[in-house]
């Protein structure tokens, strides 16, 4: 039973980090001279109101997850929740380090949608990368191992969490401010896709080493399906750049280009499902 609910809050938690980053470097950008005079203020609602709902789920999942494991490890049911011994050994943990970096986020995020700025920026992607740094496979790493690895989740949330509001920004505002944003989102998405396969490929090895036995395993097995969910998604971002985005102001343009968002946005998820699985439920 702990196992599943344990499941269910590490994706509401990668689900709202990725919310949060992306919709965090979404009002950064929407700052900037060349768009602040051509976003509507329905975009910018719509990014503020994502911002905020990624911001609370991520408190709340934080301090469920936590609870959680201190749940499963005390193995008393619902009493071992409120197990003091066992509530402070798992905070002198590095779970317990990981909550800690999950509210800091949380404050800075709080700030940072009052005071959008970078310095608040910088200090909240700090802060998550500081979050997955103790716990798991990162845990055993050194500095230079974890400083690569943490950014290439930070890149991934950057990615996922940008599909909504793009989905958002090719509904609601006009077509050429919509096509000159695409066009800036595939290009620098040129130059970050290949350090996160080469940096996803890098966590593989770091894992299993590449051993046969573990690849063959069920762990293997779910990490083939996320391999090519992540190849549909890389996939589906090149006939976003190459076709749809020349193409967008022709006849249906904004139509096929919100389908197709739509589609990734599913394809996300999965990702970010099977990543939550690997984590939780299989081991290597």
């Known amino acids: 039973m702990w196992e599943s ?18 919709s965090a470097f979404g009002l950064f950008l929407s ?17 503020k109101s994502y911002f905020l709902i990624s911001l609370l789920t991520l408190f709340f999942t934080s301090l469920g997850f936590f609870w959680v494991r201190v749940g499963a490890f005390a ?8 197990d003091p011994l066992m509530i402070s050994i798992l ?32 200090c909240m992607l700090v802060s998550i990368s500081l979050s997955f740094a ?18 290439h989740i930070l890149i991934a949330f950057l990615w996922l969490g ?7 920004l090719v509904n609601l505002e006009r077509a050429q401010t ?25 966590l593989v090895y770091v894992i299993t080493d ?5 690849l063959i395993s069920n762990w293997g097995a779910a990490l083939a399906i996320k391999l090519v969910l992540v190849l549909a998604i890389l996939g589906l971002a090149a006939w976003h750049k190459f076709k749809l985005v020349p193409n967008f102001q022709t006849k249906n343009g904004t139509e096929k280009m919100a389908s197709s968002l739509k589609v990734e946005i599913y394809l996300g998820f999965g990702i970010l499902s099977l990543s939550a699985f690997l984590s939780t439920l299989v081991s290597p």
């Open 91 to 122: 905070y002198d943990s590095g779970l317990g380090m990981a909550l800690n970096y999950g509210l800091l986020t949380c404050a800075f995020a709080a700030l940072y949608y009052l005071f959008i700025n970078r310095v608040l920026l910088i």
């Open 178 to 202: 919509v096509g000159e944003v695409l066009e800036k989102f595939g290009y620098y998405a040129s130059f970050i896709m290949p350090f996160l396969l080469l940096a996803g490929v890098a």
């Open 75 to 82: 193995e008393e049911g619902l009493a071992g929740l409120f």
């Open 134 to 151: 103790f716990t798991g496979h990162l845990a055993e790493l050194g500095m230079i191992e974890k400083g690569i690895l943490s950014l």
């Open 31 to 47: 700052q900037t001279s060349s768009l602040k005079k051509t976003l509507s203020n329905h975009f910018i609602k719509s990014l």
């Open 162 to 168: 940008s599909l909504y509001p793009l989905w958002c």
């Open 210 to 214: 590449f051993q046969l036995e573990l």
């Open 5 to 22: 609910i344990s499941l269910v809050f590490r994706l509401a938690l990668y689900l709202a980090l990725s919310g949060l980053v992306g």
